[in-house]
């Protein structure tokens, strides 16, 4: 991402150069990770800190959790507020997973067998999420917030599988707290193996399983929304390039990547593949890629604290817009997630409102796009 320095902003510039151009100023915002588990309860929270996992030092732990009814009505609302050179407000591209581990099933057969439930199962788990559901229907409606696939959870069945057969404590700790994404150190500096990319591999073996996730995954997102997937956005970005054939059977026209992807081969071997935005496989399914990033709950993490993401992502757009290229935003939910933490949520909301309303200013010929429909434009453009 832009930091500010001239290095930093000639990388970004050149990054920006290869691929589909417009002349339209179109701006996309991404957002990953909904529907999915992260942390189930500040109590939760406080147990695994107790115990040696420390999930204080990862904002995802801290902050992140299953979406409750305020996040999305205070989310729509601002959202709301603003409207773009067609008269239509900012739309998000909500990046979901459709299901999660059934804990107690799972638990029941003593970790033998994997059980998942639909995302709506898991709300039901919830204190503040009984009309989560609903809320995307509405938001969908109104085109305020609009689900593509993640995958079917945000989890590496298989490795997470593993790890609690072969009684990996801190694995073991977690499940017990009702989650799966814990710091890779745990308790007594026990090695705990990455949860969270759903399509990293361990062997080739394992690619089998993949299409399973992927074709129940999918068919369950039609079943929950109503329509197919178009666009799929891999957790995490690990991704067997030989699983496009199963995206697109079940209809994947446009698949995210980044622009160095890492293509997980088994054995702890990658492939770098060098994508830009409207690149197209050899199936004809179209690359996207994003340019933008506003993640201000990463602050003091993975960023320094006084992190200035609204003039560092106007920035980027700018840059973008140089190029002729689409403006892209990657912004996880965990910036919007006030369930554990209100004061988060307010802090993001803040910000994200200022950086709508000064974009808006500086380029009132901003149209808002969701990913699908930036997909089937530079589809149009190819044909």
């Known amino acids: 991402m832009y930091t500010g320095t001239l290095k930093s902003a000639l990388r970004v510039n050149i990054s920006n150069i290869p691929g589909w151009r417009t002349l339209r100023k179109i701006v996309v915002i991404e957002s990953d990770d909904w529907g999915s588990i992260r942390m189930s309860s500040v109590k939760n929270f406080n147990s695994l800190k107790k ?107 298989q490795r997470w599988l593993r790890a609690l057969q072969q009684g990996n404590k801190s694995t073991l700790f977690g499940f017990e707290c009702g989650i799966t994404g814990i710091p890779q150190r745990g308790i007594d500096e026990e090695k705990v193996p990455s ?27 039609e079943s929950l929304y109503g329509y197919k997937a178009k666009f799929f956005v891999p957790t995490n970005g690990s991704f067997n390039n030989t699983l496009e054939r199963c995206l697109i059977d079940k209809g994947v026209k446009y698949i995210d990547t980044a622009k160095k992807q890492f293509e997980p ?28 990033f506003f993640e201000p709950s990463s602050s003091g993490f993975e960023f320094p604290t006084n ?58 010929d901003i149209e808002f796009m969701t990913s699908m429909e930036l997909g089937d434009l530079i589809a149009s453009t190819k044909r």
């Not at 394992?206 to 399973?212: G, P, R």
């Open 51 to 157: 115990a040696g996992i420390p999930v204080e030092r990862n904002h995802y732990n801290l902050y992140d959790s299953l979406e409750s009814n305020s996040d999305l009505e205070m989310l729509f609302e601002m959202l709301s507020r603003f409207k773009d050179k067609t008269g239509r407000p900012p739309v998000m591209t909500g990046v979901n997973v459709v299901a999660n581990p059934d804990f107690n099933k799972i638990k029941a057969c003593d970790f033998q067998e994997y059980f998942y439930e639909s995302y709506t199962e898991t709300l039901k788990k919830y204190p503040q999420h009984d009309r989560v559901y609903d809320l995307w229907k509405e938001g969908i409606l109104k085109r305020l917030f609009v689900p593509v696939f993640h995958g079917r959870e945000h989890l590496n069945v």
């Open 195 to 221: 949860f969270q990319a759903a399509f990293d591999i361990d062997t080739i073996e394992d690619l089998e399983y993949l299409k399973e996730v992927l074709e129940t995954g999918l068919d369950l997102f």
């Open 307 to 364: 992190t200035d993401w609204v003039n560092n992502c106007l920035k980027e757009i700018e840059i973008a817009f140089r190029w002729h290229k689409p403006a892209t935003i990657s912004s996880h939910r965990v910036n919007y997630i006030g369930f554990l933490h209100p004061e988060n949520r307010e802090r993001s909301l803040k910000q994200f409102e200022e950086l709508l309303g000064k974009m808006l200013k500086r380029w009132p």
């Open 265 to 292: 081969l088994g054995n702890g071997e990658y492939r770098v593949n060098t994508r830009f935005i409207g690149q197209q496989n050899q199936l004809g399914q179209i690359y996207l890629t994003r340019n933008c």
